[in-house]
């Protein structure tokens, strides 16, 4: 599984100032296309929901990673803004959230524990199912990019 970031489609993939690092929403693409496209509920299942939150998680790493220029000074993930695509009715939103909370865990260990919101939305930039947005704090390590 590639986690190499897409280009954006908005104008900001991440961005930073102090000791604050913000990176925009990243969708659920891998190697350039979307893991899966519609509602949470309705065309896509849980499972597919969780795996588009995940490569979204790795995604924001990567915009992160790309920004610093690595991912040594990241001190802490501060907040995870998930966004799910969402059918009608559906109540599970911090179910698919759970896996981008995961991939944080994962990379930076305690560092990775977050406050987090789980967002149902109507739609998504390119049909995607997951959109996951987040804050970083970094250190004023020397050779940070400025």
Known sequence: MSSTARPPVAAVRAAHGSRLVV????????????????????????????????QC???????????????????????????????????????????????????FGARGKHARAAIGVAGLPLGSPVEVDAMFLVSDAPGRRA
């Open 23 to 54: 990176a925009s929403g990243q969708v659920a693409t891998r190697d350039g296309e979307l893991i899966a496209e519609g509602l949470v509920g309705d065309t896509v299942d849980l499972p597919t929901a969780g795996e588009c939150a995940r």
């Open 57 to 107: 998680a790795l995604n924001v790493i990567e915009a992160v990673r790309a920004e610093l220029g690595g991912l040594d000074a990241v001190t802490a993930v501060l907040r995870l803004t998930v966004y799910v695509a969402s059918a009608p009715g559906l109540r599970e939103q911090h179910l698919v959230a759970d896996a981008a909370t995961d991939v944080m865990l994962e990379r």
